[in-house]
């Protein structure tokens, strides 16, 4: 049986890295609490508010 590789965590949120590429510092930080904030939302089974699904596209989106 072949063994599965672990995924990338990042070492602050716990969150895989691949959810936090291209950001850096506190908009990493604030992107991680986001993303924790959506995840905790929809294991409860509540409503997940637009304004945070904005704000996660928002942190994700690459500088200009």
Not at 1 to 16: L, Q, T
Not at 27 to 56: C, H, W
């Amino acid at each position: 049986m072949a063994k599965y590789r672990k995924v990338a965590k990042d070492k602050m949120s716990g969150i895989p890295k691949k959810y936090l590429s291209g950001t850096e510092g506190t908009r990493r930080r604030r992107l991680a609490s986001v993303i924790t904030r959506i995840s905790n939302l929809y294991k409860a089974g509540k409503r997940i508010p637009q304004s945070l699904i904005d704000e996660r596209i928002r942190l994700g989106r690459k500088k200009d």
